[in-house]
């Protein structure tokens, strides 16, 4: 696609159910990147996948947070048994290469927002 | 761990005037890329202007430039001849060069409110 696409736009759901976000990046992108944005803060890394792998998921808070990208495109963010506090904007990025010489730009979707009652 | 640190919650300008941003961090790094994200209330961040650490001459796009001060470790936005379209939240962020994720840590953000 032309940009970094996240389903769904928003979601709003119970406290304890569990919660799937979608992020389809841009085409040939090979690393992907979730961060969480609470309200009046600045977005905060989650986990980074070079390819189908999770190269670094230090940022996920909990083992309630999980990740995948098994075909190294489309990546789904899954929380299990969600909390009031896990109310957020999760963003997806992507970027076309990653290393020395690499620009480090990101582009970013437009977000999911979930709201947790 | 680096930090970054945007001491502005909120500015203002009047349109077709100046506004400077401020962004501090702390890294003991010496090589590093520095960025300035806009993000409008669609909540898509969208990159404004990059500088590499190495390169002392400071980046500009258009109306937008930035003080890069490594020795203060400080990198300050300056958007001349504010537009209306130039309202939305502001973001600063580090990256490291090489190793590691190559993660972006951001600032808390800055709100900028452009007047008519």
């Known amino acids: 696609g032309a940009g970094v696409s996240q389903t769904p736009s928003n979601k709003v759901t119970e406290k304890g159910k569990y919660v799937e976000l979608r992020c389809d990046p841009i085409s040939g992108h090979t690393a992907l990147y979730w961060y969480r944005q609470s309200l009046g803060q600045g977005p905060e890394f989650l986990i980074y996948?070079?390819?189908?792998?999770?190269?670094?998921d230090s940022g996920l808070p909990n083992d309630r947070f999980f990740a995948v990208r098994p075909e190294g495109s489309v990546s789904t963010l899954k929380i299990q048994r969600t909390e009031r506090g896990d109310s957020a904007v999760y963003l997806c990025?992507?970027?076309?290469?990653?290393?020395?010489?690499?620009?480090?730009?990101?582009?970013f979707g437009e977000g999911s927002r979930l709201t947790v009652l | 761990a680096q930090t970054v640190t945007q001491s502005q919650p909120e500015m203002s300008v009047q349109e077709a005037e100046t506004v400077t941003l401020s962004c501090t961090y702390d890294t003991s790094e010496s090589d590093y890329y520095l960025f300035w994200y806009k993000q409008p209330p669609s909540r898509q961040m969208i990159l404004v202007i990059r500088?590499?650490?190495?390169?002392?001459q400071n980046a500009t796009e258009n109306r937008f430039s930035v003080n890069f001060q490594k020795a203060a470790k400080s990198f300050s936005l300056k958007i001349s001849d504010s537009q209306l379209g130039d309202a939305a939240m502001y973001f600063c962020a580090y990256r490291r060069t090489q190793g590691g994720s190559e993660k972006l840590v951001f600032g808390k953000g800055t709100k900028l409110t452009v007047n008519p």
């Open positions: 500088q590499e650490a190495y390169k002392q």
């Open positions: 996948f070079q390819g189908t792998g999770a190269a670094d």
């Open positions: 990025a992507s970027s076309l290469r990653v290393g020395p010489g690499s620009t480090g730009e990101l582009f």
